[in-house]
T-cell receptor, first 112, second 114 residues
Framework: EAQVTQNPRYLITVTGKKLTVTCSQN?????MSWYRQDPGLGLRQIYY???????DKGDVPEGYKVSRKEKRNFPLILESPSPNQTSLYFC???????????FGQGTRLTVV | AQSVAQPEDQVNVAEGNPLTVKCTYS??????LFWYVQYPNRGLQFLLK??????LVKGSYGFEAEFNKSQTSFHLKKPSALVSDSALYFC????????????FGKGTRLSVIA
């Protein structure tokens, strides 16, 4: 089954404790991206990657890092999480940028 | 830079009535346009897209959308709403110049009342 898998689905952590949210897709898509969803703000893109070893900032990259060492994986790293990063995070993949995106189930992150 | 406006935070409609969820966009060049739906505690699901061709596109679950270039709009429609259509709907746009990011609107919550 074609899918985008994120882990964990739920995470509560403390300020400053590094964490990683994993994302994996099995569709051989070149383009992957991370979004955060906040009430009243819709989805805002954090980072995207057009291919292996190619990443770029989206609209709200501050406080986040990503890597794309393999085509299928695109982890999101928060080196020092802060409460304003409490949000619902989605990973997505596309055949290429601008085509329809396939979304993971989301990761609800709470930073206390 | 591209942008999307969904002017209504909430749309309420009675079951069986037609529904419209509005979307306008701004993009340099020709747009790729998309509608997604989000049910509670779920990811976004693709509904339909406009790339080129016929201005009226049909998608999943009986939804359709009409591309209007002069009004830069891409409104989502359904002839007869179901209670199960109640969800959060997002419009998205990208420029068709390749490898450009999808930009999403803020979402419209649709509530279908029995």
């Amino acid at each position: 089954e074609a899918q985008v898998t994120q882990n964990p689905r739920y995470l509560i952590t403390v300020t400053g404790k590094k964490l990683t949210v994993t994302c994996s897709q099995n569709m051989n898509h070149e383009y992957m991206s991370w979004y955060r969803q906040d009430p009243g703000l819709g989805l805002r893109q954090i980072y995207y990657s057009m291919n292996v070893e190619v990443t770029d900032k989206g609209d709200v990259p501050e406080g986040y890092k990503v890597s794309r060492k393999e085509k299928r994986n695109f982890p999101l790293i928060l080196e020092s999480p802060s409460p304003n990063q409490t949000s619902l995070y989605f990973c997505a993949s596309n055949v290429q940028g601008g085509t329809e995106a396939f979304f993971g189930q989301g990761t609800r992150l709470t930073v206390v | 830079a591209q942008s999307v406006a969904q002017p209504e935070d909430q749309v309420n409609v009675a079951e069986g009535n037609p529904l419209t969820v509005k979307c306008t966009y701004s993009v340099s060049g020709n747009p790729y346009l998309f509608w997604y739906v989000q049910y509670p505690n779920r990811g976004l699901q693709f509904l339909l897209k406009y790339i080129t061709g016929d201005n009226l596109v049909k998608g999943s679950y009986g939804f359709e959308a009409e591309f209007n270039k002069s009004q830069t709009s891409f409104h989502l429609k359904k002839p007869s709403a179901l209670v199960s259509d109640s969800a959060l709907y997002f419009c998205a746009v990208s420029a068709n110049s390749g490898n450009t990011p999808l930009v999403f609107g803020k979402g419209t919550r649709l509530s279908v009342i029995a």
